[in-house]
């Protein structure tokens, strides 16, 4: 999904408008913010961290923008798990 996909989605009336019309550039602003946050939850994995052997659920999410999936997750031990270090328990 493109940024201007986006802001037509949260505003229909702005799809049918000229871009220099209906939106201030402030929330120009807060909509490519909103925009660069947003994102999904494709699964949630039950991993193993590498770092202090805990099991827990990660979230594996994709962003609105991405092509592919994001795997991070901060442990409480403070270890990062990434994508390589993705570890499932069945
Ligand atoms: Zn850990």
Redesign the pocket.
């Known amino acids: 999904m493109t940024f201007h996909e986006f802001i037509t989605q949260k505003y229909p009336l702005y799809a049918d408008l000229d871009i220099k019309v209906g939106l201030t550039v402030r929330q120009i602003c807060e909509l490519n913010e909103e925009y660069m946050k947003a994102e999904t939850v494709i699964k949630t994995d039950k991993i193993k961290?590498p770092?202090?052997g805990?099991v827990q659920d990660a979230e594996v999410t994709q962003h609105l923008n991405a092509p592919f999936a994001t795997y991070i997750k901060n442990?409480?031990?403070g270890?990062t798990i990434m994508e390589s270090e993705w570890d499932v328990v069945k």
């Open positions: 961290c770092g202090c805990k442990c409480d031990c270890y």
